[in-house]
């Protein structure tokens, strides 16, 4: 069974806590040099979504079909840290509304990453656009998001930034 985005990026999360514990668990007197592992893969993606702004602004179902691209990446530094990043991208991802038959393309990227000695930040952005045929059936979607936490738990830096706009 293929995992969905969801499943995936929850397998490669518990993956990165996994490693990253072994880090700050392992002894500190002796790390080597970064040590990288990378993966770069694809996988079929089949996802329902309302554009609201659609058939004249009645909105429309629309299901999306093609491949979502992921690279995935974890470094272990020679200090003991973790560095980890992600980027999802559609690619040949496209669909047809269900009242309209108007065709439809899903385009953008997801990029997540976080690096961790002792404390953690992260960095999370996300568009994603559903692009239709005609004026006013583009869906824009846009998530950043930012936390910093010191080392003794203190959160130093929190932003949020989310938007869904039709165009």
């Given at each position: ?25 392992a002894p500190t007197t002796a ?12 996988f079929p993606i089949d996802l ?113 930034n989310f938007s869904v706009v039709?165009?």
């Amino acid at each position: 069974m293929i995992p969905n985005k969801k499943e995936f990026k929850f397998m490669l999360s518990m993956i990165a806590v996994g490693m990253l514990m072994i880090v700050l668990l392992a002894p500190t007197t002796a790390f080597a040099a970064a040590v990288t592992f990378t993966s770069s893969q694809s996988f079929p993606i089949d996802l329902v979504v309302f554009v609201p702004c659609a058939a004249g602004g009645a909105g429309e179902v629309v299901e999306l079909t093609g491949n979502l691209h992921d690279l995935f990446s974890v470094t272990f530094d020679s200090r003991g840290g973790v560095h980890v990043t992600t980027l999802d991208n559609p690619q040949g991802v496209t669909g047809y509304g269900m009242t309209t038959g108007a065709k439809y393309q899903a385009t953008g990227e997801t990029r997540d990453g976080f690096n961790s000695v002792v404390g953690y930040e992260e960095t999370y952005v996300n568009n994603f656009k559903i692009i239709g045929q005609g004026l006013g059936n583009n869906f824009l979607v846009h998530d950043n998001f930012h936390i910093t936490v010191n080392a003794d738990g203190t959160v130093t830096a929190f932003h949020d930034n989310f938007s869904v706009v039709c165009k």
